[in-house]
């Protein structure tokens, strides 16, 4: 007779290959937003935030011109599905305004996804990856920021045009999980990363649906008229199984082969 409790561990191990493997979803709202704020982030310009709340939607790209900013093109590439979601991002501007270093203008984009299920509830991290480059803009502060909140938030009201005469420093003011951050500069006609590449946030309690939230900042400008690239990414994804708990999973079917291989050798039962 065949004992269906001989073959628990193999189904055991298929069930939790099942749930790494498991496919997401496209998300369900996009929102792109670009916000000039001054040196103490009061409010200068916004765009009127685009949203596409196409499920299956998986690029955006958007344009725009602000007071002291041209912004030629931002996108976005959603990839979803068993242990990861992540945001592939370019963003090209020119600064035009006439004031320069710390005193000078600040500019926000900021990309906001929401409706993830990938990866599962689970305990996760978030790491970004960015390569700056310029043609002439020197910008002596990029900052890039990834975090996760939980919940939809772009149909919620959270992501609401900011109100003029405030300070500004991004949709989310709380909330923020697992906040990943990288920062350098841009100079003439150099190329670099920002620091630390890769960085690796902390561990955190994911639950699903989530929203995914990337801020680049730029501030402290050392020349006008000219024009910067930066390509980013970023990833929120499983952290690893526990040793232990691999080793557990590794060493079930082999277990349950011994005890069959016992059984088998004692004969049937009287």
């Not at 020119?94 to 409706?115: M, N, Q, R």
């Not at 919620?156 to 923020?176: D, Q």
């Amino acid at each position: 007779m065949i004992r269906i409790r001989n073959f628990l561990p193999i189904v055991a191990i298929l069930a939790v290959a099942a749930m790494l493997g498991a496919p997401g979803q496209a998300h369900a709202a996009f929102q792109i937003r670009f916000t000039e704020v001054d040196a103490s982030n009061n409010l200068i310009d916004s765009t009127t935030s685009i949203v596409q709340a196409n499920g299956n939607l998986t690029m955006q790209s958007f344009s725009s011109g602000l007071t002291d900013f041209s912004i030629t093109a931002a996108s976005n590439i959603t990839t979803t599905g068993g242990v990861l979601t992540s945001h592939s991002e370019t963003i090209n501007i020119t600064y035009t305004g006439s004031t320069l270093g710390a005193t000078g203008p600040k500019l926000l984009v900021e990309f906001i996804g929401d409706g993830y299920i990938s990866p599962p509830t689970s305990l996760a991290f978030i790491t970004n990856n960015s390569s700056p480059s310029s043609s002439g803009l020197v910008v002596n502060s990029v900052v890039q920021s990834s975090s996760v909140v939980n919940g939809n938030q772009v149909g919620s009201g959270i992501a609401a045009a900011p109100s003029f005469g405030s300070a500004y420093t991004g949709y989310f003011t709380s909330g923020l999980l697992g906040t990943t951050t990288s920062s350098g500069m841009v100079g003439s006609s150099t190329s670099g990363v920002l620091m630390p590449n890769p960085g690796v946030g902390p561990a955190f309690g994911l639950t699903t649906p989530f929203t995914f939230y990337q801020v680049y900042t730029y501030s402290n400008f050392g020349t006008t008229g000219e024009a910067s690239a930066l390509s980013a990414g970023s990833s929120v994804t499983n952290t690893p199984a526990p040793v232990g708990l691999v080793l557990a999973l590794t060493g079930l079917p082999a277990l349950g082969a011994f005890g069959w291989m016992r059984r088998r050798k004692a004969g049937p039962a009287a």
